[in-house]
C-alpha cells in the first residue's frame, strides 16, 4: 500500500506519541501555542475593531471593552481564571490541565497584538475573516488536545450537573452574548456575529477532518459476489458485507459497503453497472476516514 503524503505525516505522528512521549507533548504544547496566536490575532485584527462579538469569553470582553473601555484581555482573564478554577474543583484536574495554557496564553497574545493595525473596516469581511481565522486556531489548539477555556468550562458544568447537551448549552450561551452584542452595538454586528460564528465552526471541521471528502456506497444486488470482485480487483478496495433483510419481502440479502475517493465514484459505479445494470447503489459523502488506504489514526 502507498501511502499519501498526509498519511505518512499522521503515521510519523502517531509513531512519535508512541515512542517519544515528551516530544509528542512538545508538538502538542507548540500547536496550542500557535493556535492561540492565531485566534488572538484574528480576534485583534478583525472582530475587536469591527465589533463582531460572535460569542464566548472574546465576544464578552468586546462588549466590556465597548461600555467600560476595559482592554479585552483584562477582561479575558478575568473570566478564564475564575472559570479556569471552577473547573479544577468540578470536572477535574485531568479537563482543568488541558485548558490550562489557552487560559493564561491566549489573552497575553491578545493583549501582545492589541496595537496590531485592522486590515478592513468592512464587518463583512471582518465577520468571514475573523471567523476562519479563529476556527483555524482553535482547529489548531484542538489537535494539540487542548482548549481555551473560558465558556467551554462553563458549557461542560452546566452540562454535567444539569444534564443539558453540550450543543444546547453552547448555542445558549453564545446566543445570549450576541442578543447583548445586538443591544450594546447594534442589530447588524450582531447579525455579522452569527456569520462569524458560522464561519468559525466549519473551520474548525476543516482542521479537524481536513478538506479530503470521501465517499462510502451501500450496493444492494443479487449478485453481490461478482460485484465485489469487480470492486476488489478493478478498484483494488476492500470491502464489507452486511447481512440484511428486505423490509418488504422479509427475504435475506447481502449488502456490500465501500469507502473510496472522489476520483474513483466513476469508476465504482460502471464496476457494478458492468455486472447489474439494476443494481441499487446509495452513495453519499463521510467527513472523515480512519484506517488503511485512508487516514492513519491518531493515538491519544
Do not use: C
Not at 467551554?152 to 447537551?165: E, L, M, P, S
Not at 451501500?218 to 483494488?236: C, R
Not at 419481502?249 to 475517493?261: D, P
Amino acid at each position: 500500500m502507498i501511502l499519501g503524503k498526509s498519511n505518512k505525516h499522521r503515521m510519523r505522528r502517531r509513531n512519535m506519541q508512541e515512542n517519544h512521549p515528551r516530544m509528542a507533548a512538545a508538538v502538542d504544547v507548540l500547536l496550542m501555542l500557535a493556535g492561540s496566536f492565531v485566534v488572538a490575532l484574528s480576534f485583534n485584527l478583525f472582530l475587536l475593531p469591527n465589533g463582531i462579538a460572535s460569542g464566548g469569553v472574546s465576544g464578552i470582553s468586546i462588549l466590556v471593552e465597548r461600555t467600560l473601555n476595559v482592554p479585552p484581555a483584562y477582561t479575558q482573564w478575568a473570566l478564564n481564571i475564575p472559570l479556569f478554577i471552577a473547573g479544577l474543583l468540578l470536572l477535574g484536574r485531568r479537563f482543568a490541565l488541558k485548558s490550562l495554557l489557552g487560559t493564561v496564553m491566549l489573552p497575553l497574545f491578545v493583549l501582545l497584538t492589541a496595537h496590531w493595525t485592522p486590515p478592513t473596516g468592512n464587518p463583512l469581511l471582518a465577520s468571514l475573516y475573523g471567523g476562519i481565522g479563529v476556527g483555524l486556531g482553535l482547529g489548531l489548539v484542538f489537535r494539540g488536545r487542548g482548549s481555551t477555556g473560558g465558556l467551554d468550562t462553563a458549557v461542560q458544568i452546566v452540562h454535567r450537573y444539569t444534564g443539558i447537551k453540550l450543543g444546547l448549552a453552547l448555542a445558549f450561551i453564545d446566543g445570549m452574548v450576541i442578543i447583548a452584542a445586538g443591544i450594546v452595538i447594534s442589530q447588524e454586528n450582531a447579525l455579522y456575529a452569527l456569520i462569524g460564528l458560522f464561519v468559525t465552526s466549519k473551520t474548525i471541521d476543516v482542521v479537524q477532518t481536513g478538506m479530503k471528502v470521501s465517499k462510502v456506497a451501500f450496493i444492494i444486488s443479487e449478485k453481490t459476489e461478482e460485484i465485489a470482485k469487480a470492486i476488489l480487483h478493478d478498484l483494488d478496495r476492500g470491502l464489507t458485507k452486511l447481512d440484511a433483510h428486505g423490509g418488504f419481502t422479509g427475504a435475506s440479502r447481502t449488502v456490500l459497503m465501500v469507502v473510496v475517493g472522489q476520483s474513483e465514484v466513476m469508476k465504482l459505479k460502471l464496476a457494478v453497472r458492468s455486472v447489474d445494470p439494476n443494481a441499487f447503489v446509495i452513495i453519499s459523502d463521510t467527513a472523515e476516514v480512519l484506517g488503511e488506504g485512508f487516514q492513519l489514526p491518531q493515538a491519544r
